[in-house]
């Protein structure tokens, strides 16, 4: 039977080209049936209070960090969407006058903005790696911060970016989760070619790595809406990201729901197929099912409920 047209964007695969049956069974969750969802290989962590979801996401960059040596340098992936984490990183390594330069700790920057088939420059009012200088290593004393060398982000050479995935160990990347369902820039494919009436099977998505992307309408509304205060013609169109095969190459991939970037019907359907191994491009975060280490994080307050509800 011929898969659904997007509800949102005909031209593309998205969630809502999915079986009715898998949306309603999403639908139905609530957080006692969500921490259920647990297996191995695949981890549910609730938390009461921002303060300690934000804490707790700045913590695995320390302890990444702090499991780096010379001999075995290794570090972090890490987002921009959430932020909030990134100032708790740098006042913990300075309060703890942990050294990143001698331990040759590592930071790969997950993506960013493409304009005119390039990386926006740093200056760029929208830039990712503006912000993770300005929020994080710009914020850490200069006699701890580690070499700009191993600060990594996707703005150059993206090959010689994807081979230092092999030069160094990735010990957790972070993510957050889009309204596509995306983590980094990994949206779904446009309805087009081969993929006219099928979306790319796993094998294919997860073969894909860092590369420039199109991106999805509702990645586009979705920044609009978190970081240009909905100016959507502000928006790029198109972003540099890192690819499934250097997530599989990092050895835990932890995702956090702080209920700000995606709703709560999407907070629920992703956990639900990675948990049942439901893993289908049109849902990218699903393809995590295949990981043997993927961790989500819940904030209770951002958990919502899926029902109708008038205002």
Not at 167 to 190: I, S, T, Y
Not at 191 to 215: F, N
Request: neutral net charge; contains cysteine.
């Amino acid at each position: 039977m011929a898969r659904p047209i997007s509800k949102v964007a005909p031209e593309w695969w998205d969630y809502t080209t999915l079986d009715a049956e898998i949306l309603e069974q999403a639908s139905r969750l609530n957080e006692k049936s969500l921490a259920k969802l647990a297996r191995t290989g695949f981890k549910v962590h609730f938390y009461d209070t921002l303060a300690d979801f934000y804490l707790a996401e700045a913590l695995e960059y320390i302890d990444a960090w702090r499991a780096s040596t010379p001999d075995n340098p290794c570090g972090v992936c890490g987002p921009i969407g959430p932020t909030e984490h990134l100032p708790l990183v740098a006042r913990i390594v300075n309060g703890m006058g942990i050294n990143l330069a001698k331990h040759e700790a590592h930071f790969w920057g997950m993506d960013e903005w493409v304009e005119e088939g390039k990386p926006v420059p740093t200056n760029h009012p929208l830039s990712f790696a503006k912000a993770d200088m300005e929020l994080c290593f710009g914020r850490i004393d200069r006699k701890l911060v580690m070499p700009t060398r191993n600060i990594h982000f996707p703005t150059g050479d993206l090959n010689a970016f994807a081979k230092t995935f092999d030069q160094f160990k990735c010990k957790v990347m972070q993510g957050g989760q889009g309204e596509v369902k995306h983590w980094a820039f990994n949206d779904p494919l446009r309805r087009t070619g081969k993929y006219k009436s099928t979306p790319p099977s796993p094998a294919e998505y997860r073969k894909l790595g860092t590369r420039i992307v199109d991106l999805h309408p509702m990645t586009i509304i979705q920044n609009a809406r978190t970081s240009g205060g909905g100016q959507v013609a502000g928006i790029p169109l198109q972003a540099a990201t890192v690819g499934p095969v250097e997530t599989w190459k990092s050895e835990r991939v932890s995702i956090w729901h702080a209920g700000a970037h995606d709703n709560p019907f999407g907070m629920r359907l992703t956990a639900l197929m990675i948990s049942k191994g439901w893993a289908d491009s049109s849902v990218p975060m699903s393809l995590l099912a295949d990981h043997p280490d993927v961790h989500f994080h819940y904030y209770r307050g951002g958990l919502g409920r899926v029902e109708a509800e008038m205002h």
